[in-house]
């Protein structure tokens, strides 16, 4: 007799063989990427650039690999990239940080967010965070047993108002999740809008987790990182990485900042995700946040002008648009084409036209709200762009 053996009486039956995170469903980069593939797409949906990052800091990487640098860095991070770190911080927005008590390094800012709020969350525990949202958010906050609770960006504009955040604030919030430049809206909060922020954080006494990863891809206004506002340092992890910064998105070296406490919460975790890796990449991503100003200023206007010339062209075809401010994505309302379901229009897109977005409804807790909208990325080549741009002009016609 074959098959399966039986269960010895009174036994339990096993638990079903389903992942914990089944319910939120496959990565939809995935899928669309995968659509993008098979109908030889352009893809404007995930976020990575098609060009080589910084060409001295590749040769740095190539350094390190022939130096022999091929083991286990420190857990918390080369020294030489947590000092490049402390210096960046400093150079940049006047914050003084203790590259040995208040840095850690990380797998990407990805890693640097889930060990964040497993760390300092626990069941019950409520997080606020600003909608639409990556959607690794809310798989982390499951994870830590916590509720994610959505604070929604105003649309069209996809302003913020801080009685939204307000009125979300319960006695069970911990920790306020902030991102911005904001993925994927492209809004940049103002420093006033922080500030009203931090008061709220300070008056609940809550922390903040503040996702910068596009601190250096803002086009309007500046970048003013919550940590370097008075009485929010202490309360504060700033996330960041050299993905977005330098075009390596697939080298996954990110970091977290703030006070020691919270570093050394994020690295007791950290240490049993990822360990610690990529050490000739840490080697590299140094020497990356020592370039000088006139790197970061010419990446901008790169990027600048891609978002313009998407974003003029998506006009063109019917689309209503609004420039982001900062990141890598124009969001983009279908319903003026006469669509009304951004999944079912990205899932046809690639077929259809033969380029690839992402569904921005894949990003709210009720889908309804973003039904609309999609997102494109601009972080291509200029020749891309208008490639995808002329595709989508036959495809839609």
Known sequence: MTGRPSRPPGTLPAPPRRGRLAAHGHS????????????????LGQGFPDTAGP?????SAVRALRAGHHQYPPVPGLPALRHAVAEHQRRHYGLDIDPDRE???????????????????????EI???????????????????????????????TFDSRDLAAAITERTRILLLNTPHNPTGTVLTREQLHEVAAL?????????????????????????????????????????????????GWKVGWATGPADLVTAVREVKQHLS??????????????????????????????????????GLRALGFAVRPPQGTYFVTADITPLGEQ???????????????????????????????????FTFCKREDVLRQALERLRKGLA
């Open 128 to 158: 606020v965070a600003l909608e639409p949202f990556y959607d690794s958010y809310a798989a982390c906050a499951f994870l830590a047993g916590a509720t994610l609770v959505p604070v929604r960006l105003r649309a069209p504009d996809f």
């Open 201 to 249: 954080a300070r008056e609940h006494d809550l922390l903040v987790i503040s996702d910068e990863v596009y601190e250096h891809v803002v086009f309007e206004g500046t970048h003013q990182p919550i940590a370097a506002l008075p009485g929010m340092f202490e309360r504060t992890l700033t996330v960041s990485s050299a993905g977005k910064s330098f075009s390596f998105t």
């Open 275 to 312: 360990f610690a890796g990529g050490t000739p990449l840490q080697h590299a991503v140094a020497d990356a946040l020592r370039l000088p100003a006139s790197y970061f200023t010419a990446a901008t206007d790169s990027l600048r002008r891609r978002r313009d010339l998407l974003t003029d």
């Open 28 to 43: 939809v980069f995935a899928e669309m990427s995968a659509l993008a593939a098979r109908h030889d797409a352009v893809n």
């Open 103 to 125: 840095s850690v390094v990380t797998t990407g800012a990805s890693e640097a967010l889930a060990a964040a709020l497993l760390a300092l969350s626990a069941p019950g525990d």
């Open 341 to 375: 379901d951004g999944m079912e229009f990205c899932r046809a897109l690639p077929r259809r036209c033969g380029v690839a977005a992402i569904p921005q409804q894949v990003f709210y807790t009720d889908p309804d709200a973003g039904r609309r909208y999609v997102r």
């Open 55 to 59: 060409e001295p800091v590749v040769e």
